[in-house]
C-alpha cells in the first residue's frame, strides 16, 4: 500500500520512540500460541545481550532460562489470563549467562472489538535496587540478631532519652520487657534512674561528646554503665557486674581483716627479710612485750639486738627452718629490752613480698592458756584460707587479671588467660607483655605504660592481642600502679564481640540513614520508634515529631484497617508481601508508596515489631499515567490505522463501490462516534447529488437526490469547502433542511466534499445528537476516510470506464479478426465458409476437453486465423486446380511459419499461435513445419487437426462431393494413433453424438 502524505504522523513517531527508548520494550502477539514477540527495541537487545533476530518469535521467558520458579512468573500467567496489565520483578540471565533483576511492566492492547491482540511489554534493569534491598536486609538481621545475643544489656535513646531500641537482657536488669521500654522516656518509665548515676552518665556523655563508664548500683545489682554519645543520641551499654563487685569486696574485707588481726593480735608478730634477718615490721603487741619501739629494731637483725636467749635454740630454729622452710610451735626464750627472759613459743613462715622473701614470726607468751593459742591457730588457718579463695576468686573471673613486673613481664596472671588469648598463665608468666600484643598498636600500648607509670590509672584503653591460634582479639584495658610499688596490677576484658557488634550498628546505622527511602520501626502497637532522614524528607516529620506517634499520623484514615491487619499479621509471623499504598505527609500531601514489611524478632524469636521501607513511586506512578495514555492513543491508532487498511483492501480487490462505502460509513460510526453519516454522490452530468449510502438515518434516504448548491451538502460540494456546525441550534440553515434534521434529533453536522485530481466526487456527511466540536486527531481521521472515499469513487469510476473501454477494444479486435477470416474465404472460394465451421467446432471440442474460458478465447482466435499464413503464398500455388510440384508443396508447407512472422509482432494475439503453428503436426510425428510427436504437440492444435480434417472431408468441392459424416468419422477413427491423438478423436466422437 501506498501511504498517503502525512497520513502516519503518530504511528512513526511511536516507532522512533521505541527505537530510541532507553527502556527495554518489547511487542508480543496475543492472538498466536504462546505470545511471540513480534517487536524488539534496541534498548532490550543492549539489556539482555540478544540480538533482535534472536529473540523475534521467542517468548520472554527464554530470559529465566531454568530459574522458573517465581512469584512474579505466576502474576504475569495471571494477569494474561485475565487480560490485564502487571508490573513484577522477575530475576532474568542474560546472553553471557550473567543474571540481573529486570522489572517488567505488561500491558495489553485492544482491537475495535476490545479483544486483547498484543502485549507492551517494559523492561528496567533494577539489579543495584534488588541487591542493595537484600544487603539492608542482611545488614538488619545481623545486628538484630547480635545485639539479642549478647549477656549484656544495649540501649539505644534519643536526644529527648526516648527508648529507640533495648535488648532483652537490659530489658530484664529493671524485670521488664523490650516492648515495655521500646519509644518510650527512659526516666519516665523506669523511675529509678530519676536520681542515679546512669542519668548523670547521660548528661556528662552528651555535654563531652566522648564515651563515659560508671558503676552503680541498681535494682539490687551492681552495673559496670558506658554510655556512647551520638549526634541522634546516646548508645549504653550495661554490664552486670554484681559478682565481680562482690568479690572485690571480700577481697577488701580480707585485707582489712588482715590488717586488723596484724595490728590488734594478742601475739607479738615480726616480719624479718630472709636475706639479712633484719627486722621490716611488726605488731603493737611484740613492741609490748619485748619493750622495743619501731625505730629500735626496723633493719636490726635478733643478733643485733640480742634477743635469742639461748644460742642454741636460735641454731635448732635455723636448722629447722632448712630443713622445714617454716617452724610451728617451738619453744624459746627471749631477752626483752628490759634484760629479763621471757618464755614462748613461736612459729616461723615465710611470706613473699613483692619481690622479697620474709620471715613472719609469731611469738606468743607461755603464759597465755590453751584458749588464746587456739585462737591463734585459728586466725592463722583463716588467713590462709582467705588467701586460697582470693585467688580461687582470680580464677573463676571472666576478665584476664594480671600482674606486670618492672621488666614489663607477666608476673602473674589468672585462669581467664586460656579462654581469652590460649595461653595458660604458666605459658605468659615471665614474657614479656608485648610479645603478644599487635604490632600495629606497640606505640599506643607503650604511651599507655608509660602514662600508669607515671602515676596515671588506665580505663578503658583498648588493644589487640594475638591469640595462641593467630587470630586477634580487642581487649580493653584497666591498670594502676601504687606509688612505691613496682608492680603495675591490670584487669582486662575481651571486648572483641561488643567491638564487631558497635562496627555492625554503625554501619546498619548509616546506611538505613542514608537511605533514600523512608525507614521505620513500628512496634505492634502501632507506636514508631525507629525513624531515618529518609522518612524526614518523604513525610516531612522530624524524628523528634515521629517518634512514639502511632502509624496513624502517616497512614491515611481509610487505610487504618489495613494499616492493623498488616501488623497483625505480622504478629502472627507472617511475612507481608510488598504492596502499594498511600501515605499523607506533614503538609497534607497524600503520597503514593511502595512498602516492604519485614518482622522484627527478639532474642526468643518473638516478633516485637516491624520494620517498614516506603519508596515514593509518584514518579512511577506518573510515569505509568503517561504510557496508559500512549497505550490508549495508540490503540486509537492502530485502530483507526486497521480501519483505513481494510478500506485499502477493498480498494484494490472490489469494484463494488456500494460495499467499499458501506464500509466508510461503518468506520465513521465506530471510531468518529458519528451518530448519524451519508454518502453522496455527484452526477456530473445532471449535477444532483444522489444519497449512494445513509447510516443512522430513521427515514431512508438511499436513492434521493439534491441539486448542487441546495442542502448542506449541496453547499459542501459548490464551495469545495468542508463545512462545521458544532452547534444546529444555533446555525443558519434553511428551515426545511433544519426541520428534517431537528426530527431526526441530530444538533451537529460536518461535511466535507469527496475530491480526486482537482474533481468533486461527492460529499461525506458526519451528524452529532449533541453539539459537537471536532478535535484535531478527529479532523485527521475524518480527512483520511474522506480521501479514501474519494478514491474508492474514483477507482470505480475509472474501473467503469476502463471495462467499457476494454470491451469495446475486444469486441474491435475480434471484428477485425473475423474480418481477416473472410477475406481468406473470399481469396479461396473453394473453402468460403470454412474459417466460421471450424472455428465454432473447435471451441465446442476444446470446451470439452475441459479448457477454461479465458483459454477459449485464444482457440477461437487461434481458428480463424489458422491459415491466415496462407496470405504469403502465391496465387499460382495457392488456386493451382492440379497437382502440385515438390517445390510448390514446400512453399504450401511454410505457410504455418508465415502465420507466425505475421501475428507474432501482435502482442494480444501471441498466446493464440498455437493452432496456426502447429495444426498440420500429426501424433506420429510425420507432420509438419516442426514434425512435433503426442503431446510434445500442443492441445489445442491437437482439437484443431481433427476438426479441419473433418471440416475438409464433409464439405463439397469443385472436383468433388463431400463425404457423409459417417464415413468421415470412420476415418478420423482409423487415424487416431496416426494422425490424430486417441483421447480427442474420443472427445470429438463423444461430442458429435451429443
Same mark, same amino acid.
Given at each position: 500500500m501506498e501511504e498517503l502524505p502525512g497520513a502516519l504522523p503518530s504511528s512513526q513517531l511511536l516507532q522512533q520512540a521505541f527505537d530510541h527508548s532507553v527502556v527495554g520494550t518489547v511487542i508480543t502477539d496475543a492472538l498466536q500460541d504462546d505470545l511471540p514477540i513480534v517487536y524488539v527495541n534496541p534498548a532490550f537487545g543492549r539489556l539482555t545481550g540478544y540480538a533482535a533476530a534472536e529473540i523475534l518469535g521467542r517468548n520472554c521467558r527464554f530470559l529465566q532460562g531454568g530459574d522458573v520458579r517465581q512469584p512474579g512468573v505466576q502474576a504475569i500467567r495471571q494477569a494474561i489470563s485475565q487480560g490485564q496489565g502487571v508490573t513484577v520483578t522477575l530475576r532474568n540471565y542474560r546472553k553471557d549467562g550473567t543474571r540481573f533483576y529486570n522489572e517488567v511492566t505488561l500491558n495489553p492492547l485492544h482491537d475495535e472489538t476490545g479483544r486483547v491482540t498484543h502485549y507492551v511489554g517494559y523492561q528496567h534493569d533494577v539489579t543495584a535496587r534488588e541487591e542493595a534491598a537484600l544487603q539492608v536486609a542482611r545488614a538488619h538481621r545481623l545486628l538484630y540478631s547480635t545485639l539479642e545475643r549478647i549477656t549484656d544489656g544495649f540501649i539505644s535513646l534519643d536526644r529527648d532519652l526516648n527508648v529507640t531500641y533495648v535488648n532483652a537482657a537490659a530489658a530484664r536488669i529493671p524485670g521488664m520487657r523490650p516492648a515495655d521500654l521500646l519509644g518510650r522516656n527512659l526516666i519516665g518509665t523506669v523511675s529509678e534512674l530519676a536520681d542515679s548515676a546512669v542519668v548523670q552518665a547521660l548528661r556528662d556523655a552528651r555535654e563531652s561528646g566522648k564515651p563515659l563508664s560508671v558503676v552503680g548500683h541498681l535494682f539490687g545489682k551492681w552495673l559496670d554503665i558506658?554510655?556512647?554519645?551520638?549526634?541522634?543520641?546516646?548508645?549504653?551499654?550495661?554490664?552486670?557486674?554484681?559478682?565481680?563487685?562482690?568479690?572485690?569486696?571480700?577481697?577488701?574485707?580480707?585485707?582489712?581483716?588482715?590488717?586488723k588481726i596484724f595490728q590488734a593480735a594478742p601475739i607479738?608478730? *615480726?616480719?624479718?627479710?630472709?636475706?639479712?634477718?633484719?627486722?621490716?615490721?611488726?605488731?603493737?603487741?611484740?613492741?609490748?612485750?619485748?619493750?622495743?619501739?619501731?625505730?629500735?629494731? *626496723?633493719?636490726?637483725?635478733?643478733?643485733?639486738?640480742?634477743?635469742?636467749?639461748?644460742?642454741?635454740?636460735?641454731?635448732?630454729?635455723?636448722?629447722?627452718?632448712?630443713?622445714?622452710?617454716?617452724?610451728?610451735?617451738?619453744?624459746?626464750?627471749?631477752?626483752?629490752?628490759?634484760?629479763?627472759?621471757?618464755?614462748?613459743?613461736?612459729?616461723?613462715?615465710?611470706?613473699?613480698?613483692?619481690?622479697?622473701?620474709?620471715?613472719?614470726t609469731l611469738v606468743r607468751d607461755i603464759t597465755t592458756d590453751k584458749q588464746a593459742r587456739q585462737q591463734l591457730e585459728a586466725s592463722e588457718a583463716q588467713f590462709r584460707r582467705v588467701a586460697a579463695e582470693l585467688q580461687h576468686t582470680l580464677d573463676l573471673s571472666l576478665d584476664l587479671i594480671a600482674t606486670v613486673d618492672a621488666n614489663k613481664c607477666f608476673l602473674k596472671v589468672n585462669a581467664a588467660s586460656q579462654p581469652i588469648l590460649g595461653y595458660t598463665p604458666e605459658e605468659l608468666a615471665g614474657r614479656p607483655y608485648l610479645d603478644f600484643v599487635h604490632p600495629d598498636d606497640w606505640a599506643r600500648t607503650i604511651l599507655e605504660d608509660l602514662s600508669i607509670t607515671s602515676?596515671?590509672?588506665?580505663?578503658?584503653?583498648?588493644?589487640?592481642?594475638?591469640?595462641? +591460634?593467630?587470630?586477634?582479639?580487642?581487649?580493653?584495658?584497666?591498670?594502676?600502679?601504687?606509688?612505691?610499688?613496682?608492680?603495675?596490677?591490670?584487669?582486662?576484658? +575481651?571486648?572483641?564481640?561488643?567491638?564487631?557488634?558497635?562496627?555492625?550498628?554503625?554501619?546498619?546505622?548509616?546506611?538505613?540513614q542514608t537511605s533514600r527511602d523512608a525507614v521505620l520501626g513500628v512496634r505492634l502497637d502501632g507506636t514508631i520508634r525507629a525513624w531515618n532522614a529518609g522518612a524526614e524528607r518523604l513525610y516531612g516529620y522530624t524524628a523528634a515529631e515521629a517518634l512514639g506517634q502511632t502509624m496513624t499520623l502517616i497512614v491515611p484514615e481509610e487505610l487504618h484497617a489495613e494499616e492493623a491487619e498488616m501488623l497483625g499479621r505480622a504478629g502472627r509471623g507472617e511475612w507481608p508481601s510488598p504492596f502499594e499504598s498511600v501515605r499523607v505527609a506533614k503538609d497534607g500531601r497524600r503520597i503514593p508508596v511502595f512498602v516492604s514489611v519485614s518482622p522484627i524478632l527478639d532474642v526468643a524469636g518473638q516478633v516485637i515489631g516491624v520494620s517498614k521501607i516506603a519508596q515514593d513511586i509518584s514518579e512511577r506512578q506518573a510515569a505509568q499515567v503517561q504510557i496508559q495514555t500512549l497505550n490508549r492513543d495508540l490503540q486509537q491508532q492502530l485502530r483507526h490505522l486497521t480501519g483505513l487498511r481494510e478500506i485499502d483492501q477493498m480498494i484494490t480487490s472490489s469494484q463494488d463501490l456500494s460495499l467499499i462505502l458501506a464500509r466508510i460509513l461503518d468506520h465513521v460510526e465506530q471510531q468518529l462516534g458519528a451518530n448519524a453519516a451519508t454518502v453522496l454522490l455527484l452526477d456530473p452530468h445532471t449535477l444532483n447529488l444522489e444519497y449512494a449510502g445513509t447510516r443512522g438515518f430513521a427515514k431512508s434516504l438511499q436513492g434521493s437526490t439534491l441539486r448542487l448548491g441546495t442542502g448542506l451538502a449541496g453547499e459542501v460540494a459548490l464551495n469545495r469547502q468542508p463545512l462545521s456546525l458544532p452547534d444546529l441550534s444555533v446555525a443558519s440553515i434553511s428551515p426545511t433542511w433544519w426541520e428534517h434534521l431537528h426530527q431526526e434529533g441530530l444538533m451537529a453536522y460536518y461535511g466535507a466534499p469527496l475530491m480526486a485530481n482537482g474533481k468533486v466526487l461527492g460529499v461525506l456527511e458526519v451528524m452529532h445528537r449533541e453539539p459537537f466540536d471536532p478535535s484535531a486527531v478527529w479532523l485527521e481521521m475524518f480527512g483520511m476516510l474522506t480521501g479514501q472515499a474519494a478514491i474508492a469513487i474514483d477507482n470505480a469510476r475509472l474501473f467503469r470506464d476502463l471495462g467499457q473501454r476494454n470491451l469495446e477494444l475486444r469486441l474491435a479486435y475480434d471484428e477485425t479478426i473475423e474480418g481477416w477470416a473472410r477475406a481468406l474465404d473470399l481469396r479461396d472460394k473453394e473453402t468460403e465458409g470454412h474459417s466460421r465451421r471450424v472455428t465454432e467446432m473447435t471451441v465446442r471440442l476444446c470446451r470439452e476437453l475441459g479448457l477454461s474460458s479465458e483459454q477459449l478465447v485464444d482457440v477461437r482466435r487461434g481458428a480463424l486465423l489458422h491459415d491466415i499464413g496462407k496470405m504469403g503464398i502465391p496465387d499460382a500455388v495457392l488456386l493451382k486446380p492440379g497437382k502440385l510440384t515438390d517445390e510448390e508443396w514446400g512453399l504450401m508447407k511454410r505457410h504455418p511459419d508465415y502465420a507466425v512472422n505475421l501475428l507474432s509482432p501482435i502482442r494480444f494475439l501471441r498466446t493464440a499461435l498455437d493452432i496456426p503453428q502447429y495444426h498440420h503436426e500429426k501424433w506420429d510425428g510425420s507432420g509438419y513445419p516442426l514434425g512435433l510427436k503426442g503431446e510434445a504437440i500442443p492441445l489445442t492444435a491437437r482439437a484443431f487437426a481433427v476438426v479441419?480434417?473433418?471440416?475438409?472431408?464433409?464439405?463439397?468441392?469443385?472436383?468433388?462431393?463431400?463425404?457423409s459424416k459417417a464415413r468421415a468419422t470412420e476415418h478420423i477413427q482409423h487415424s487416431a494413433g496416426t494422425h490424430f491423438d486417441p483421447l480427442v478423436v474420443e472427445a470429438f466422437m463423444q461430442m458429435l453424438g451429443s
Amino acid at each position: 500500500m501506498e501511504e498517503l502524505p502525512g497520513a502516519l504522523p503518530s504511528s512513526q513517531l511511536l516507532q522512533q520512540a521505541f527505537d530510541h527508548s532507553v527502556v527495554g520494550t518489547v511487542i508480543t502477539d496475543a492472538l498466536q500460541d504462546d505470545l511471540p514477540i513480534v517487536y524488539v527495541n534496541p534498548a532490550f537487545g543492549r539489556l539482555t545481550g540478544y540480538a533482535a533476530a534472536e529473540i523475534l518469535g521467542r517468548n520472554c521467558r527464554f530470559l529465566q532460562g531454568g530459574d522458573v520458579r517465581q512469584p512474579g512468573v505466576q502474576a504475569i500467567r495471571q494477569a494474561i489470563s485475565q487480560g490485564q496489565g502487571v508490573t513484577v520483578t522477575l530475576r532474568n540471565y542474560r546472553k553471557d549467562g550473567t543474571r540481573f533483576y529486570n522489572e517488567v511492566t505488561l500491558n495489553p492492547l485492544h482491537d475495535e472489538t476490545g479483544r486483547v491482540t498484543h502485549y507492551v511489554g517494559y523492561q528496567h534493569d533494577v539489579t543495584a535496587r534488588e541487591e542493595a534491598a537484600l544487603q539492608v536486609a542482611r545488614a538488619h538481621r545481623l545486628l538484630y540478631s547480635t545485639l539479642e545475643r549478647i549477656t549484656d544489656g544495649f540501649i539505644s535513646l534519643d536526644r529527648d532519652l526516648n527508648v529507640t531500641y533495648v535488648n532483652a537482657a537490659a530489658a530484664r536488669i529493671p524485670g521488664m520487657r523490650p516492648a515495655d521500654l521500646l519509644g518510650r522516656n527512659l526516666i519516665g518509665t523506669v523511675s529509678e534512674l530519676a536520681d542515679s548515676a546512669v542519668v548523670q552518665a547521660l548528661r556528662d556523655a552528651r555535654e563531652s561528646g566522648k564515651p563515659l563508664s560508671v558503676v552503680g548500683h541498681l535494682f539490687g545489682k551492681w552495673l559496670d554503665i558506658t554510655t556512647y554519645p551520638s549526634e541522634d543520641g546516646t548508645s549504653v551499654l550495661f554490664k552486670d557486674i554484681t559478682e565481680h563487685h562482690q568479690t572485690q569486696e571480700r577481697l577488701r574485707s580480707s585485707e582489712e581483716r588482715f590488717t586488723k588481726i596484724f595490728q590488734a593480735a594478742p601475739i607479738a608478730i *615480726i616480719v624479718s627479710r630472709v636475706s639479712d634477718h633484719h627486722y621490716i615490721d611488726a605488731n603493737p603487741e611484740f613492741f609490748r612485750q619485748s619493750g622495743y619501739t619501731r625505730e629500735e629494731i *626496723i633493719e636490726r637483725s635478733p643478733v643485733d639486738l640480742n634477743i635469742w636467749a639461748d644460742p642454741l635454740e636460735l641454731e635448732e630454729i635455723g636448722r629447722l627452718l632448712e630443713q622445714q622452710g617454716e617452724v610451728h610451735n617451738c619453744e624459746a626464750r627471749f631477752r626483752l629490752k628490759s634484760g629479763s627472759i621471757a618464755d614462748a613459743v613461736i612459729s616461723i613462715v615465710p611470706v613473699q613480698l613483692g619481690e622479697e622473701a620474709c620471715w613472719v614470726t609469731l611469738v606468743r607468751d607461755i603464759t597465755t592458756d590453751k584458749q588464746a593459742r587456739q585462737q591463734l591457730e585459728a586466725s592463722e588457718a583463716q588467713f590462709r584460707r582467705v588467701a586460697a579463695e582470693l585467688q580461687h576468686t582470680l580464677d573463676l573471673s571472666l576478665d584476664l587479671i594480671a600482674t606486670v613486673d618492672a621488666n614489663k613481664c607477666f608476673l602473674k596472671v589468672n585462669a581467664a588467660s586460656q579462654p581469652i588469648l590460649g595461653y595458660t598463665p604458666e605459658e605468659l608468666a615471665g614474657r614479656p607483655y608485648l610479645d603478644f600484643v599487635h604490632p600495629d598498636d606497640w606505640a599506643r600500648t607503650i604511651l599507655e605504660d608509660l602514662s600508669i607509670t607515671s602515676g596515671q590509672s588506665a580505663t578503658a584503653f583498648q588493644n589487640r592481642y594475638i591469640r595462641k +591460634d593467630g587470630t586477634v582479639a580487642w581487649l580493653e584495658w584497666a591498670s594502676v600502679m601504687p606509688p612505691g610499688d613496682p608492680l603495675m596490677y591490670c584487669v582486662a576484658r +575481651d571486648v572483641t564481640a561488643r567491638r564487631a557488634a558497635e562496627e555492625d550498628q554503625a554501619f546498619l546505622a548509616s546506611i538505613v540513614q542514608t537511605s533514600r527511602d523512608a525507614v521505620l520501626g513500628v512496634r505492634l502497637d502501632g507506636t514508631i520508634r525507629a525513624w531515618n532522614a529518609g522518612a524526614e524528607r518523604l513525610y516531612g516529620y522530624t524524628a523528634a515529631e515521629a517518634l512514639g506517634q502511632t502509624m496513624t499520623l502517616i497512614v491515611p484514615e481509610e487505610l487504618h484497617a489495613e494499616e492493623a491487619e498488616m501488623l497483625g499479621r505480622a504478629g502472627r509471623g507472617e511475612w507481608p508481601s510488598p504492596f502499594e499504598s498511600v501515605r499523607v505527609a506533614k503538609d497534607g500531601r497524600r503520597i503514593p508508596v511502595f512498602v516492604s514489611v519485614s518482622p522484627i524478632l527478639d532474642v526468643a524469636g518473638q516478633v516485637i515489631g516491624v520494620s517498614k521501607i516506603a519508596q515514593d513511586i509518584s514518579e512511577r506512578q506518573a510515569a505509568q499515567v503517561q504510557i496508559q495514555t500512549l497505550n490508549r492513543d495508540l490503540q486509537q491508532q492502530l485502530r483507526h490505522l486497521t480501519g483505513l487498511r481494510e478500506i485499502d483492501q477493498m480498494i484494490t480487490s472490489s469494484q463494488d463501490l456500494s460495499l467499499i462505502l458501506a464500509r466508510i460509513l461503518d468506520h465513521v460510526e465506530q471510531q468518529l462516534g458519528a451518530n448519524a453519516a451519508t454518502v453522496l454522490l455527484l452526477d456530473p452530468h445532471t449535477l444532483n447529488l444522489e444519497y449512494a449510502g445513509t447510516r443512522g438515518f430513521a427515514k431512508s434516504l438511499q436513492g434521493s437526490t439534491l441539486r448542487l448548491g441546495t442542502g448542506l451538502a449541496g453547499e459542501v460540494a459548490l464551495n469545495r469547502q468542508p463545512l462545521s456546525l458544532p452547534d444546529l441550534s444555533v446555525a443558519s440553515i434553511s428551515p426545511t433542511w433544519w426541520e428534517h434534521l431537528h426530527q431526526e434529533g441530530l444538533m451537529a453536522y460536518y461535511g466535507a466534499p469527496l475530491m480526486a485530481n482537482g474533481k468533486v466526487l461527492g460529499v461525506l456527511e458526519v451528524m452529532h445528537r449533541e453539539p459537537f466540536d471536532p478535535s484535531a486527531v478527529w479532523l485527521e481521521m475524518f480527512g483520511m476516510l474522506t480521501g479514501q472515499a474519494a478514491i474508492a469513487i474514483d477507482n470505480a469510476r475509472l474501473f467503469r470506464d476502463l471495462g467499457q473501454r476494454n470491451l469495446e477494444l475486444r469486441l474491435a479486435y475480434d471484428e477485425t479478426i473475423e474480418g481477416w477470416a473472410r477475406a481468406l474465404d473470399l481469396r479461396d472460394k473453394e473453402t468460403e465458409g470454412h474459417s466460421r465451421r471450424v472455428t465454432e467446432m473447435t471451441v465446442r471440442l476444446c470446451r470439452e476437453l475441459g479448457l477454461s474460458s479465458e483459454q477459449l478465447v485464444d482457440v477461437r482466435r487461434g481458428a480463424l486465423l489458422h491459415d491466415i499464413g496462407k496470405m504469403g503464398i502465391p496465387d499460382a500455388v495457392l488456386l493451382k486446380p492440379g497437382k502440385l510440384t515438390d517445390e510448390e508443396w514446400g512453399l504450401m508447407k511454410r505457410h504455418p511459419d508465415y502465420a507466425v512472422n505475421l501475428l507474432s509482432p501482435i502482442r494480444f494475439l501471441r498466446t493464440a499461435l498455437d493452432i496456426p503453428q502447429y495444426h498440420h503436426e500429426k501424433w506420429d510425428g510425420s507432420g509438419y513445419p516442426l514434425g512435433l510427436k503426442g503431446e510434445a504437440i500442443p492441445l489445442t492444435a491437437r482439437a484443431f487437426a481433427v476438426v479441419d480434417v473433418y471440416d475438409a472431408l464433409t464439405s463439397d468441392r469443385p472436383y468433388r462431393q463431400g463425404w457423409s459424416k459417417a464415413r468421415a468419422t470412420e476415418h478420423i477413427q482409423h487415424s487416431a494413433g496416426t494422425h490424430f491423438d486417441p483421447l480427442v478423436v474420443e472427445a470429438f466422437m463423444q461430442m458429435l453424438g451429443s
